[in-house]
């Protein structure tokens, strides 16, 4: 098994399917992560970030990343990485 982090970019192009990149990161999505044993690792700054642009008001786009991870979730392969020890004292 395998970890692999994402930024922004390839979780928008997952998921929205207008996103110049979606055919290609719906390939690598689906070669790592549909059969195989990897584990998605994402980010809260990279979700906000995703989420807060061009996926909030695009409901398909959240459906399907939701779905997505609910199956990844249930198979103990999807990880949201904190970020909260490095902003402990800037705020």
Not at 13 to 36: L, P, T, W
Not at 45 to 53: F, G, H, K, N, R
Not at 56 to 80: F, G, H, T, Y
Request: proline share 3%; hydrophobic share 35%; aromatic share 12%.
């Amino acid at each position: 098994m395998s970890d692999f982090c994402v930024d922004t970019g390839f979780l928008l192009g997952i998921y929205v399917e207008s996103d110049q990149y979606h055919a290609r990161a719906s390939r690598y999505f689906e070669e790592y992560f549909r059969a195989g044993r990897n584990r998605l690792i994402v980010p809260w700054p990279i979700l906000y970030e995703a989420v807060s642009t061009r996926m909030v008001k695009n409901r398909p786009a959240m459906i399907r990343m939701e779905n997505a991870w609910k199956r990844l979730s249930r198979q103990d392969r999807l990880e949201m990485l904190s970020d909260l020890s490095s902003r402990r004292g800037h705020g």
